[in-house]
């Protein structure tokens, strides 16, 4: 089946720096990919629709300007948050769905720990 | 306000039994709805799709219902087993079946299945 790959799979780092992640489909191309972000024991919020050639779109509450949201290629989205904080520390995942399949399937990365010092 | 609820936070069985985890949701119109299952520390896993204009779908030990007029589903595994643990999300495909369609989650239930 689709996989969907993120990278870094986890990552520390200190308050005020910025930290990129990366989705990539791996055998589909995804014009659209979707960020989300887990709080322990919590489910999955939508931040934001990334749109390959065009601007992402946020969900409300979600700032643009801190979490930046880049989808340059059709297997590629990239998710920086900027000036990372404590209370950004979550566990951030992406997904894809494959259009080729008639199961309208979407498929999620294996997510991104992020611990801000 | 638009909500998905899933009935317990916590759920727990007795190996071989089936266990039986409800979702609801308000005001939405859902085109499809899937659950999911995902282990602590990893992405949700896709198990299953319903459309607004199916009843059941099974796949193996699963089984899901919509009831599109109670906006509920329910999700079976039957003859469960240990591995089965792991918690199970609800989510709502809203804006249609356009690839930018959105899936919301809720809020997941935790099942346990002890030996």
């Known amino acids: 089946g689709a996989v969907v790959s993120q990278h870094p799979s986890r990552v520390i780092c200190k308050s005020g720096t910025s930290v990129k992640i990366e989705c990539r489909s791996l055998d589909f191309q995804a014009t659209t990919m979707f960020w989300y972000r887990q709080f322990p024991k919590q489910s999955l919020m939508l931040m934001a629709t990334s749109n390959e050639g065009s601007k992402a779109t946020y969900e409300q509450g979600v700032e643009k300007d801190k979490f930046l949201i880049n989808h340059a290629s059709l297997t590629l989205s990239t998710l920086t948050v900027t000036s990372a904080h404590p209370e950004d520390s979550s566990f951030y995942i992406c997904?894809?769905?494959?259009?080729?399949?008639?199961?309208?399937?979407?498929?999620f990365g294996p997510g991104t720990r992020l611990t801000v010092l | 306000s638009q909500k998905i609820e899933q009935n317990s936070e916590a759920l727990n069985i007795q190996e071989g039994k089936t266990a039986t985890l409800t979702c609801n949701y308000t005001?939405?119109?859902?085109?499809?709805l899937q659950w999911y299952r995902q282990d602590p520390g990893r992405g949700p896993v896709f198990l299953l799709l319903i459309r607004e204009n199916e009843k059941e779908k099974r796949k193996e030990r699963l089984k899901v219902t919509f009831d599109t007029t109670l906006k509920q589903s329910l999700f079976h595994i039957t003859a469960s087993q240990p591995a089965d643990s792991a918690t199970y999300l609800c989510?709502?495909?809203?804006?249609?079946?356009?690839?930018?369609?959105?899936?919301?989650f809720g809020s997941g239930t935790r099942l346990s299945i002890r030996p």
């Open positions: 005001n939405y119109s859902p085109a499809y």
């Open positions: 989510a709502l495909a809203i804006d249609g079946y356009s690839s930018a369609s959105k899936i919301i």
């Open positions: 997904s894809a769905r494959d259009l080729t399949t008639s199961t309208d399937t979407q498929y």
